[in-house]
């Protein structure tokens, strides 16, 4: 029985002629009735293209073996391409890409610094100021020593002043302190105040109202302690400003060391 089952099987591999052509068109009518739409589509299409290769792998099998089995040589084997899809380009940029410049900022919009005030310049040490009928003179009194000091501002008038403001500012160069004042006309015609004024020291002489100065010389002095050693008094100054029959009059000045 197993010889007749042999016998028949030899004969029919002998008989049989595979036909690579058939086999072939097979596979790619089963790989072109796939659509490729997009790679979710792609990777369902592959088991029709496995299931085909599977197919035309059995039928090389079962050929092989009946031409094994009849000691024939078999034929060659036919090498089959499946095409591979190519992997989309990835929509990440490439770290060796051009890369878009740093927004440049706006620049910090310029600012205007306002000029810093200063003190007014006085006049000139030793200059006399004259207005109309009145002349001034300021100075350093000489018995000044490096402790103290005396400023003294020398007043004159041709007319009688009905109206009379007179102010002494010393600056603050260090360790200034207010020690007095005096003045030669009578102290009760005068309201006569000090006080500290940011960065100087201010003395005021205001004639009473009703009250007149004769036509003559007057002194006002201004006394203060400073720190040691020798001051500059480049920045003091003197302001009188004075009322006669012919009108107002004002003066500016500094003072003189000796």
């Known amino acids: 029985m197993n010889e007749e089952i042999g016998r028949r099987l030899r004969e029919a591999a002998e008989a049989h002629q595979p036909d690579h052509d058939r086999m072939l068109a097979r596979v790619h009518r089963g790989m072109a009735g796939t659509t490729v739409r997009r790679r979710p589509g792609i990777a369902r299409s592959w088991p029709k293209v496995v ?3 599977s197919a035309a792998a059995g039928i090389l099998a079962v050929a092989g073996f009946a031409v094994a089995g009849s000691g024939q ?19 990440t940029p490439s770290p060796d ?40 003179q300021g100075a350093i009194d000489p018995h000044s020593t490096v402790y103290w000091a005396q400023s003294t501002l020398t007043f004159g008038t041709t007319r009688p002043l009905t109206a009379l403001v007179v102010e002494v500012r010393i600056t603050q160069t260090g360790g200034v302190q207010r020690t007095g004042q005096w003045q030669t006309g009578p ?36 006394q203060y302690n400073h720190a040691a050693g020798a001051r500059q008094a480049g920045l003091d100054s003197y302001l009188v400003q004075a009322t006669t029959t012919d009108g107002s009059h004002t003066l500016r000045g500094g003072f003189t060391t000796p």
């Not at 040589?73 to 929509?91: D, F, G, I, N, Q």
């Not at 440049?104 to 810093?116: E, I, Y």
């Open 51 to 53: 299931l085909a290769g």
């Open 73 to 91: 040589t078999p034929p060659a084997a036919t090498t089959l391409t499946v095409p591979t899809t190519s992997e989309a380009p990835s929509s």
């Open 97 to 136: 890409g051009p890369v878009p410049p740093p927004a440049t900022g706006r620049p910090a919009p310029a600012t205007t610094a306002r000029p810093s005030s200063s003190a007014p310049p006085s006049a000139p040490g030793g200059n006399r100021v004259t207005d109309g009928p009145l002349s001034a």
């Open 187 to 222: 102290a009760d015609d005068f309201t006569v105040t000090t006080q500290d004024s940011g960065d100087a020291v201010v003395y005021r002489w205001e004639l009473k109202p009703g009250r007149t100065l004769p036509a003559a010389e007057q002194v006002f002095a201004v």
